[in-house]
């Protein structure tokens, strides 16, 4: 096995660690943490009960009863969608989000910056092995919106090139279930051929 593939291991098992010790503190279940970490990241095409069965692949009557205990705490609440009649938003409620602080990520992101290393370069690493490991698995690949291959700047503002809409500045640095990863870019041809005279 590559040592690479431990490391990963252990690294999960730590956070997952970390989400259970989060979620005891505050009286939840390690899904209640991750569904509210999942919607504090997700846009508006994805904060949806569909969309967060797919992220985690778990059942939409397990997303409904999660939702129902988030709820009835007070750290969700739902919004209707103005343009679609029976679709409601899930969001954060200020309880909801400070359920968050302190929580597994902070303390991943302080870890990260202490190490001697360009986190954008790992960031695009873990995200071609994460979108990797979705395709083998049949998964649905999630990502960040300015990454995605449908993403369009424009003049006016961010558009997305799937549905044709516009995004807020917002939006656009969250995660979507429509996601698609870029198209690799072509290998470089031998010396020379990049320069031609
Ligand atoms: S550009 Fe891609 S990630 Fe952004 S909203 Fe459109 S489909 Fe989703």
Not at 32 to 56: G, R
Not at 74 to 80: F, N, S
Request: net charge neutral; aromatic share 4%; charged share 20%.
């Amino acid at each position: 096995m590559n040592p690479t593939s431990l490391l990963l291991e252990r690294l999960g098992a730590l956070i997952q660690q970390s989400v259970r010790d989060d979620a005891a503190r505050h009286g939840l279940l390690p899904i209640h943490v991750q569904v509210l970490h999942y919607l504090s990241q997700a846009n508006s095409y994805s904060d949806l009960p569909i969309a967060i069965a797919d992220y985690f692949g778990i059942t939409r009557g397990t997303v409904s009863q999660t939702l129902a205990v988030l709820e009835r705490k007070g750290l969700v609440a739902k919004t209707p969608d103005a343009r679609h009649g029976k679709r409601v938003h899930l969001g954060l409620t200020p309880a909801g989000a400070a359920v968050l602080e302190n929580s597994w990520a902070e303390r991943v992101d302080s870890a990260l910056g202490t190490l001697p290393l360009d986190a954008a370069l790992l960031g695009d690493a873990l995200r071609g092995l994460l979108v990797a490991l979705q395709r083998i698995n049949g998964q649905h690949a999630f990502g960040v919106c300015r990454q995605c291959a449908h993403f369009r700047r424009e003049p006016e503002g961010a558009r997305c090139g799937l549905t044709g809409e516009p995004l807020a500045s917002a939006q656009t640095v969250r995660i979507c279930r429509e996601w698609s990863a870029q198209p690799a870019a072509p290998a470089a041809g031998p010396a020379g051929d990049e320069h031609p005279a």
